[in-house]
T-cell receptor, first 112, second 111 residues
Framework: DAGVIQSPRHEVTEMGQEVTLRCKPI?????LFWYRQTMMRGLELLIY????????DSGMPEDRFSAKMPNASFSTLKIQPSEPRDSAVYFC??????????FGPGTRLLVL | RKEVEQDPGPFNVPEGATVAFNCTYS??????FFWYRQDCRKEPKLLMS???SGNEDGRFTAQLNRASQYISLLIRDSKLSDSATYLC????????????FGPGTSLSVIP
């Protein structure tokens, strides 16, 4: 099993640019989670999907953030426009029903 | 009060020592509890689930006290490879989907 796959692994961009993070969950998992981790705030849940449907996006910081899951094997998290305070590690995780979450390696985002 | 709180770190212990981490949670309706481990610049990984009766996995023992809303992790005979950040994880109320990660406790095992 390849595990959760995220791309890119590192992203450096300038303020105001659009950033798109990608995630491929583990095959057969029906829940997908996007998290953000910073030193100040720790690991925060941004949004999660069950069976490709967004269930709770209350953790999405503001309208600049959007997430989609067009099918069971792919999800994106988009930031437009990006700001320096968005710099963080973004993790995607997937899970089969009521099982543990498996995290991807993360995308390290730096917005200059 | 934060939803999940953990011992402040870092913990610096010699090899072979026994170390205990504590975690408190605020939602009395929470049903699922976990300990995750996160190595530096890596993703969190499940260390163990925490069951009501307490459970053990090798050198690791997890305990749950629902009355006090308290979870603990005990590591015996610490190894250098145990050096990591340990995250307490609790589901939110009756939802099995949403979990809250604690801020983590950093452990350094010293030769």
């Amino acid at each position: 099993d390849a595990g959760v796959i995220q791309s890119p692994r590192h992203e450096v961009t300038e303020m105001g640019q659009e950033v798109t993070l990608r995630c491929k969950p583990i095959s057969g998992h029906n829940s997908l989670f996007w998290y953000r981790q910073t030193m100040m705030r720790g690991l925060e849940l941004l949004i999660y999907f069950n069976n490709n449907v967004p269930i709770d996006d209350s953790g999405m910081p503001e309208d600049r953030f959007s997430a989609k899951m067009p099918n069971a094997s792919f999800s994106t998290l988009k930031i437009q426009p990006s700001e320096p305070r968005d710099s963080a590690v973004y993790f995607c995780a997937s899970r089969a029903s009521r099982e543990t979450q498996y995290f991807g390696p993360g995308t390290r985002l730096l917005v200059l | 009060r934060k939803e999940v709180e953990q011992d402040p770190g870092p913990f610096n212990v010699p090899e072979g020592a026994t170390v205990a981490f504590n975690c408190t949670y605020s939602n009395s309706a929470s049903q699922s509890f976990f300990w995750y481990r996160q190595d530096c610049r890596k993703e969190p990984k499940l260390l163990m689930s925490v069951y009501s009766s307490g459970n053990e996995d090798g050198r690791f023992t997890a305990q749950l006290n629902r009355a006090s809303q308290y979870i603990s992790l005990l590591i015996r005979d610490s190894k250098l490879s145990d050096s990591a950040t340990y995250l307490c994880v609790v589901n939110i109320g009756t939802s099995y989907d949403k979990v809250i990660f604690g801020p983590g406790t950093s452990l350094s095992v010293i030769p």
